[in-house]
């Protein structure tokens, strides 16, 4: 499967916005997906993952109440809107997908999923 993010930009604090992972190639609607962030000079951090049919989402402490993951599975998207965004959200923005169990140890962990977007970037202004 290829993955396709977009939608990153230059927001102020406390503004919005929705990043898409557009999805292509066989079978994607089966994938699990999720969204990663890194920072400069910081590790890749979990940030949101839906499961293949919508119906579980699951967030990181640090956007749980801002941000809200979901998908169209009719048009092979996923999306990632982005609230109340903070200084601290300023990072490059991947989308990932994973085949299989969906467990947390592995729903969170970069090394869980299968194919990965180019990342879209992020930056918040205060």
């Known amino acids: 499967v290829q993955l396709q993010a977009s939608g990153g930009g230059l927001v102020q604090a406390g503004d919005s916005l929705r990043l898409s992972c557009a999805q292509s190639?066989?079978?994607?609607?089966?994938?699990?997906m999720g969204w990663f962030r890194q920072a400069p000079g910081k590790e890749r951090e979990f940030v949101a993952a839906?499961?293949?049919?919508?119906?579980?989402?699951y967030y990181a402490d640090s956007v749980k109440g801002r941000f809200t993951i979901s998908r169209d599975n009719t048009e092979g998207t996923v999306y990632l809107q982005m609230n109340s965004l903070k200084p601290e959200d300023t990072a490059v923005y991947y989308c990932?997908?994973?085949?299989?169990?969906?467990?947390?140890?592995?729903?969170?962990?970069?090394?869980?999923?299968?194919?990965w977007g180019q990342g879209t970037l992020v930056t918040v202004s205060s």
């Open positions: 990932a997908a994973r085949n299989g169990i969906f467990e947390e140890s592995i729903r969170t962990r970069a090394y869980g999923y299968d194919y």
């Open positions: 839906v499961n293949w049919s919508g119906g579980s989402t």
């Open positions: 190639g066989r079978t994607s609607r089966r994938y699990h």
